[in-house]
């Protein structure tokens, strides 16, 4: 479970830094990536592309990882991630759900975002 963890940590980082190089040794070459927001990856050519895009507009500010739970060969990342995009810097919590292979390469990954700003419409107490 380690490993996972660790290449999900990986991939993270390797938004912050603006470096691709690690992204064949992450992701197995049928990849299936769905963002939060609607657009999906087939393949690693496509992730890699829109690597290399987003990061000629943008830039991850922050990507912290708040916890990990495992399941067979899947995991779940729970997360806030922070950029600036096309000028505008905004931020918001997230899941990915992530499968791996036999060989330790992510196969499937889904993101689900949520507002990062809470509001409590009945009071923070619960009563």
Not at 33 to 60: A, H, M, T
Not at 105 to 126: C, D, M, N, R
Request: glycine share 10%; net charge negative; with cysteine.
């Amino acid at each position: 479970m380690r490993k996972r963890e660790e290449t999900i940590e990986r991939y993270f980082a390797a938004w912050l830094e603006n470096d691709p190089g690690c992204l064949r040794e992450i992701f197995s070459p049928e990849i299936v990536y769905s963002e939060c927001y609607g657009p999906e990856y087939r393949g690693l050519g496509q992730i890699e592309r829109w690597f290399s895009d987003w990061n000629k507009r943008g830039r991850v500010l922050e990507w912290r990882i708040k916890g990990f739970l495992h399941q067979g060969s899947h995991t779940a990342a729970e997360w806030y991630f922070c950029c600036e995009y096309d000028g505008v810097t905004d931020g918001f919590d997230g899941v990915s759900l992530l499968e791996f292979n036999e060989a330790g390469k992510i196969v499937s990954l889904k993101e689900f975002q949520s507002k990062a700003e809470h509001v409590f419409p009945y009071g923070e107490t619960g009563r």
